[in-house]
């Protein structure tokens, strides 16, 4: 819709511009910082930052009702850099300017009802949020396209010629970082550093396809994850990983789609998603805590996070009840099917502590939960969910297995409603899939495929002929004609049809 059609109230608050105050805010001592240098961990302590708007004011006085309003006619707008998570402009980073926004595709993904046999399954109603419809195929683009709108921003004001953007990845992370930094080539160098045989076929192939550097390193993600921050300590280059606070506004937008997707009722909602670095579950509630603080939300919905039992040290620090008693200790991860969230040593852990107590305490009772889940409960879980219509990835699955086993621990009950992440596209992850399919998991995994869920091609063939079509030489005559009659007749066979 053309500008001048939209109601004169809402016309004026259509196109933003910046207006925000941002600044990093150091999660363990406070120290502010301003955004005029690139910045990862806090100069005095070392910890992580957040970004906060010491403008929010603004942004509250403007009212609930009016937010609502603005942001359900945005929907309608084009222009070209707001039509992705910067929809959400006046909430994530309000100190760019529009003409330096980047939009590849990201955000909007489908919510997608389950149906009638998840349900059933799951006994509860739920959606499935499809993060794998983003351009590279996961979530992750959300908070690149944050970060890298911000670098693009912050380049041209310091005119900077040539910089080195970098990252360490479990796959996906290093897909989207090399996706956003191929389009700005002109002044942007991408790198990433993956551990050796710990990704994907797919997610390998993703940033040698975009032209980066793609360095491979012995271990696991944790120990490419001290290479990468060792370097961005030393050495010159823009840091893409999570601990780049940047990212962590883009990927809040989820949120801020869950909640205009429900018509901003999101009180009986559930939301499950999967933690590895804990980036994604930061966003997520800092993204419902804003639009509450806003007055766009009234009440903030259930949050459920979910870990393999083989990565699961965000899972260890909840067991305990006692909150003045809880010890965070890394662990050393197994082998793990959602290979994305195989973290023993959470980036984001600090961050997560913080916000968990807030949400809590906004909410006035626990809302956050974190469960546990096997391998076998990951696979599982997955396969079905992709039999009844979806493309969740390893950690969609284990989102879903998630939600069961919440239901079953009474976190979760009726009346509710699930909204399953499913954080990647499956495509990714068939690797996974074909091992289920053929039996082949190695004992470290500790996956057995259920018979009814396997699946494999059935070579046609029939025995009664003698000719088939072969490479450059197609069958002539009474050959074709009886190929055709001769497979057709095994096929109707095989499927059990009835003749007309
Ligand atoms: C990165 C990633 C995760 C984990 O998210 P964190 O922010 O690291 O907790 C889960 N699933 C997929 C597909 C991912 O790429
Ligand atoms: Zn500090």
Redesign the pocket.
């Known amino acids: 819709m053309k500008i001048d059609q939209f109601p004169r109230d809402v016309k004026a608050y259509l196109v933003p511009s910046p207006q925000g105050n941002m600044v990093y805010r150091c999660l363990a001592c406070g120290k502010e910082i301003g955004i005029d240098t690139l910045l990862y961990t806090c100069p005095d302590c070392g910890s992580v930052l957040l970004l906060y708007d010491k403008n929010f004011k603004r942004v509250k006085q403007f009212g609930g009702q009016m937010w609502r309003k603005v942001l359900d006619y945005r929907r309608m707008l084009n222009h070209q850099a707001l039509k992705g998570i910067f929809r959400y402009y006046e909430f994530i980073a309000p100190v760019i300017p529009l003409a330096d926004i980047i939009y590849l595709g990201e955000g909007h993904t489908p919510l997608v009802e389950a149906n009638n046999s998840l349900k059933e399954m799951v006994g509860l109603d739920f959606y499935f949020k499809n993060e794998g419809l983003n351009p590279s195929g996961?979530?992750?683009d959300r908070g690149m396209a944050c970060a890298l709108s911000y670098i693009n921003y912050f380049a041209k004001k310091e005119g900077i010629e040539n910089l080195l953007a970098i990252c360490a990845s479990?796959?996906?992370?290093s897909a989207s970082a090399a996706l956003y930094g191929s389009y700005l080539k002109k002044f942007l160098i991408s790198a990433v550093l993956l551990p050796h045989g710990k990704v994907t076929p797919q997610q390998l192939s993703q940033p040698l396809g975009s032209g980066a550097k793609v360095l491979e390193i012995p271990g696991v993600f944790d120990d490419c994850m001290k290479v990468v921050e060792n370097l961005a300590d030393n050495y010159q280059v823009a840091l893409l990983n999570?601990k780049n606070s940047w990212r962590i506004l883009g990927?809040e937008t989820f949120s801020f789609e869950v909640a205009q997707d429900f018509e901003y009722e999101v009180r009986d909602k559930v939301i499950v998603l999967?933690?590895?670095?804990?980036?994604?579950?930061t966003a997520v509630m800092s993204g419902f805590l804003k639009f509450y603080d806003a007055g766009i939300i009234d009440e903030l919905p259930k949050i459920v996070g979910v870990q393999s039992e083989h990565a699961d040290p965000v899972y260890r620090y909840y067991l305990e009840e006692d909150e003045t008693r809880r010890l965070f200790s890394p662990v050393t991860v197994r082998q793990s099917v959602?290979q994305?969230?195989m973290?023993g040593n959470?980036v984001?852990m600090p961050r997560v502590i913080e916000i968990v107590r807030e949400y809590n305490g906004v909410a006035g009772e626990r809302r956050v939960f974190v469960v546990q889940v096997s391998e076998q409960e990951i696979m599982d879980a997955m396969i079905i969910a992709n039999r009844n219509g979806n493309i969740a990835?390893t950690?969609g699955g284990e989102s879903l297995a998630g939600l069961q086993k919440a239901i079953k621990q009474g976190h979760v009950g009726k009346g509710e409603v699930g909204v399953v992440d499913s954080?990647?596209h499956v495509l990714k992850f068939t690797d996974f899939q074909q091992m289920y399919f053929e039996d082949k998991f190695t004992p470290e995994f500790n996956v057995k495929p259920k018979p009814e869920l396997r699946n494999a091609p059935v070579m046609v063939k029939p025995k009664t002929l003698k000719k088939f079509p072969g490479q450059g030489k197609g069958l002539h005559g009474e050959e074709m004609t009886e190929f055709i009659r001769e497979t057709t007749a095994e096929i109707a066979r095989l499927l059990g049809l009835k003749r007309k």
């Open positions: 996961s979530f992750k479990t796959g996906d992370t999570s990927q999967p933690i590895g670095n804990a980036g994604n579950i959602a994305a969230a973290i959470p984001s990835c950690q954080t990647a």
